[in-house]
Each structure stands twice: as C-alpha cells, then as structure tokens.
C-alpha cells in the first residue's frame, strides 16, 4: 500500500506561476524525499527532509514538513517548462521497515 | 546522469519466458534496491541488496529473485512472465543502504511482455 498520497494528481500552469505539490502520509517517519520523473526515464532526488525539520529550501524548490498533520508540500517558484515531469514523495518509516515508500505522484505541466 | 546504470533499456517478451535484468551501482554504492513501476500499482519496492546479502524484502513476488555478486552489480529474474508483469524496473543505489541517504536511481529497464 502507499504511504504518501500527492494531491493534486495532476497540475498544469504557465511558465513563471508558481506549483505547489502536496503529500500526505501514514506513519511516523524518519524523513521524507521528493524526487522527479520525466516521462519514462528514472527518478532524480531533488531534497531529503528530516523528520525533525519544518522547511528545507533547494535552488527554486521549497519543501515543508508538518508531522503533527503527517503532510508534505513542494513548491517550485517561477516554473520553467522543463521543469514539466512527475514528482513523487517518498518516505521511510520508523521502526525499521526498511523501504522506501513512494506516493502515486503528481503529474506536472508547464506550458511555455 | 546517477552513475547507475542498467541493462537492456527495452525488453520485449512472450509469456512464461524468463529474463535477467542487469545493475551496475554508483561507484563505492554497497546497496542496491530493485522497483518496479507499473501504472497500476505505481513505484513497488522491491528488494534490496547490501555488500552481496539481502536486506530488506518489499512486494517481490516467489517468480522473481535477485542477487548482488562480489562486483556489487545485481541481477533481478523475472520468471514464467505474465502481461501483469509489463513495468518499468528501476534500480537504484547508495553507499550504506541506511534510511537517512539518498538513493541514486537508473534509467530503467522497460520490459513488455506480450
């Protein structure tokens, strides 16, 4: 089963507009990641964020962590259509189950 | 480019075949995970490999198994295929295998089973 969930499953904006991603999840966890997926090809890591962290910044990305809520968000300022690909969160559990977990991903497009 | 890679790119095949897929880690990676993604089901983990041992099991099925030879490279083996089993297996790697790294994937294998 999942643990994260992304909302929306997918988003489409204008170049320059901001997209905000978010993810929700089930258990306590020892941190969550973001990675990205264009179309076909393998996922690239774009942050780690600890489970102790609230707010973690990367280039144009912004991630948010709440764990009282068990939720996640991703922002990315000033789209760019290359940035146009999947994005998924993913988590590891606590308690040692030892796998990553990942969302279904939303499904970004940035039209120039 | 993750520094992993992964052979073939594409596989095509008939059902109750059998195939190898093949991984070669970043370079000093001990661990390796495998994942599969369909549309369906979505990113599964699979297996995962530490220093040539099994360390952790996910949604593998009793078809399919996995090895890490002394080079640190994996193979998954995926036997008497079904058309379920068409996805996309993924690889990926890091240096210790621990919850707090990142983990550094491939390009994929896209296998189709017809």
């Known amino acids: 089963s999942q643990q994260g969930e992304e909302d929306p499953q997918a988003l489409s904006i204008q170049e320059g507009e901001n997209a905000t991603m978010n993810c929700s999840y089930k258990?306590?966890?020892?941190?969550l990641q973001w990675y990205r997926q264009n179309s076909g090809r393998g996922l690239v890591h774009l942050i780690l964020i600890r489970s102790n962290e609230r707010e973690k910044h990367s280039g144009r990305l912004r991630v948010t962590l709440d764990t009282s809520k068990k939720s996640s968000s991703l922002l990315i300022t000033a789209s760019r259509a290359a940035d146009t690909a999947s994005y998924f969160c993913a988590t590891w559990a606590q308690g040692g189950s030892e796998k990553l977990v990942f969302g279904k991903g939303t499904k970004l497009t940035v039209n120039p | 480019d993750s520094g992993v890679t992964q052979t073939p790119k594409h596989l095509i095949t008939a059902t109750g075949q059998r195939v190898t897929l093949r991984c070669s880690p970043r370079s000093g990676d001990l661990s390796v995970y495998w994942y599969q993604q369909s549309l369906d089901q979505g990113l599964q983990f699979l297996i995962q490999?530490?220093?040539?041992?099994?360390?952790a099991k996910g949604n593998i099925l009793e078809r399919f198994s996995a090895q890490q030879f002394p080079d640190l490279h994996s193979e998954l083996n995926l036997s008497s295929l079904e058309l379920g089993d068409s996805a996309l297996y993924f690889c990926a790697s890091s240096s210790t295998g621990l919850p707090r790294e990142t983990q550094y994937f491939g390009p994929g294998t896209r296998l189709l089973v017809l």
């Open positions: 490999y530490y220093n040539g041992e099994e360390r």
């Open positions: 258990t306590s966890i020892n941190n």
